[in-house]
């Protein structure tokens, strides 16, 4: 293999030493603080399950002592595994990296590393999984610790995600803690696209799918890293890469704008003919001239919005560059 090959995040070479039943996927990106109660909650739940298993930490760059908690937690249980990214390249990607590693031969599970997801409904996807539904997505029946705005924003973001993007059935209020079986994970991890809008992308695939409800906590510690901004580019960034929607918005909005000039174009003439008047002078001119440049602009952004897009994928990068992958099982560093 040569050392382009290795780059290319499509040929991670995985040891296949040994093949657990599932693999628990968790980025994470400066949560030294509840790491190791993560941990343990999540090793007593997997203990009582009775199921092979591995868990794949992946460090998305942490400036804390993430990485340094993970080989400590490491040394202590063999069935640990740690991808080590050169930098923090975001959360949809860490997942990606981590769903890279996963060698489990019948399901993965993703889960937050902030204790958010609770790893105690893992058992209730795990048996869900075993009547035969692929994907098995974990809704949060109440958002705790969340004010009115959060819920508001995020409900409205769920109705215009679902009406635009058509066939695909994007459920609300499911983060990414699910279950999802091998089939499903391979054809996921077919999607190679750099934006990566994950709830667009697990509703691509397709395959059975069903919801468990659990009750989603505060974050236990440490900080949220979403704020409004980010939860604003995350939805353009969902829209954008899930439907051309707002290009034919954009369209329209040309014709009714145009419609509109027409109109107010044979008024401005009937005027003139019939009763004489001079045209109207400056307020109205301005207000025309500044509605038109307004309506331009939004279109070439919207536009821009997708051909920023398409230059982000042409360029076929890599999604995430490895600084180190320690798979479970082997002698540790
Ligand atoms: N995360 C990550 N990279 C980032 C941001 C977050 O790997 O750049 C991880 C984080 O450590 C946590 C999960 O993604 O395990 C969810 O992050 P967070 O709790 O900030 O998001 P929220 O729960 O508000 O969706
Ligand atoms: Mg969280």
Same mark, same amino acid.
Request: charged fraction near 20%; aromatic fraction near 10%.
């Given at each position: ?10 040929? /991670?070479?995985? @040891? ?9 996927? /968790? ?10 109660? +993560? ?22 760059? #942490? ?7 993970? !080989? ?10 740690? /991808?080590?990214?050169?930098?923090? *390249? ?27 997801? @609770? ?29 009115? %705005?959060?819920?508001?924003?995020? #409900?409205? !973001? ?6 635009? #993007?058509?066939?695909?059935?994007? @459920?609300?209020?499911?983060?990414? +803690? ?9 054809? %996921? ?7 990566? *809008?994950?709830?667009?992308? +697990?509703?691509?695939?397709? +395959? @059975? ?21 980010? %939860? ?9 890469? !899930? ?47 500044? *509605? ?33 992958? /320690? ?7």
């Amino acid at each position: 293999m040569t050392p382009d090959q290795r780059l290319d995040d499509q040929a /991670v070479p995985l @040891p296949e030493l040994i093949i657990p039943e599932l693999s628990i996927v /968790v980025p994470a990106y400066n949560e030294a603080e509840v790491l190791s109660s +993560f941990h343990a909650r999540l090793t007593a739940v997997m203990a009582g399950l009775g199921s092979s298993y591995e868990i794949v930490y992946v460090n998305d760059g #942490s400036r804390d002592a993430t990485l340094s908690t993970m !080989f400590a937690l490491r040394d202590a249980d063999p069935r640990v595994s740690i /991808v080590n990214l050169s930098r923090n *390249f975001g959360k949809e990607i860490a997942l990606t990296a981590g769903l890279d590693h996963a060698r489990a031969s019948g399901a993965v599970v993703v889960i937050d590393a902030d204790l958010q997801d @609770p790893p105690e409904v893992i058992p209730e996807l795990v048996a869900t999984w075993r009547e035969g539904v692929d994907v098995v997505y974990a809704t949060r029946r109440s958002r705790k610790g969340e004010g009115w %705005l959060k819920r508001a924003t995020a #409900s409205l !973001f769920y109705r215009v995600i679902g009406r635009a #993007s058509g066939r695909i059935n994007i @459920p609300a209020d499911t983060g990414d +803690f699910r279950l999802m079986s091998r089939r499903a994970l391979d054809a %996921l991890l077919r999607l190679r696209e750099q934006h990566r *809008f994950m709830k667009g992308l +697990f509703a691509w695939i397709g +395959f @059975p799918s069903r919801a468990v409800y659990y009750d989603r906590a505060p974050r236990a510690a440490g900080q949220t890293k979403w704020n409004y901004w980010r %939860l604003w580019n995350l939805s353009i960034e969902g829209i954008t890469s !899930f439907t051309t929607a707002p290009l034919i918005a954009a369209t329209y909005l040309g014709f009714v704008t145009a419609v509109l000039a027409i109109v107010l174009m044979l008024r401005v003439v009937m005027n003139t003919l019939i009763n004489g008047d001079p045209v109207p002078g400056y307020p109205s001119l301005m207000a025309v001239v500044l *509605f038109l440049g307004g309506v331009q602009l939004i279109t070439l952004g919207i536009m821009g919005e997708y051909l920023g897009r398409i230059f982000n994928e042409v360029k076929r990068r890599p999604l995430y560059v490895v600084e180190r992958y /320690v798979a479970g099982g082997e002698a540790g560093e």
